[in-house]
């Protein structure tokens, strides 16, 4: 049974940095791209970036550039995301993903807010 479980949200002040955890289980993630995707309140869930398994090469939406940095662990089955100089509109619940066994599945979401 595929598992993805979310940490390290919280509220921080505009500037500030998180990482946020996604630990795979279930399957073995190494070879699978894994995205995050956030839904800001009100909004339509967005993509934010996403990692491929063995090269580990990345890809993010253009107002994370720069600022946002995927990375992954594939002995830990653990992806993380850097998330640096947080800006309110930033605010939202992060969700990890990953399409396997031709389903998505989805964690719980952790909660970002980014306070002005």
């Known amino acids: 049974q595929v598992q993805l479980v979310e940490s390290g949200g919280g509220l921080v002040h505009s500037g500030g940095s998180l990482r946020l955890t996604c630990v795979a289980s279930?399957?073995?993630?190494?070879?699978?791209?894994m995205n995050w995707y956030r839904q800001p309140p009100g909004k339509e869930r967005e993509w934010v970036a996403s990692?491929?398994?063995?090269?580990?090469?990345?890809i993010y939406e253009n107002s994370v550039k720069g600022r946002f940095t995927l990375s992954r662990d594939n002995v830990k089955n653990t992806l993380y995301l850097t998330m640096n100089d947080l800006k309110p509109e930033d605010t939202a619940m992060y969700y990890c993903?990953?399409?396997?066994?031709?389903?998505?599945?989805w964690g719980q979401g952790t909660q970002v807010t980014v306070s002005s």
């Open positions: 993903h990953v399409l396997w066994g031709g389903d998505d599945h």
């Open positions: 279930g399957f073995t993630s190494a070879t699978y791209v």
């Open positions: 990692i491929t398994g063995t090269s580990q090469s990345t």
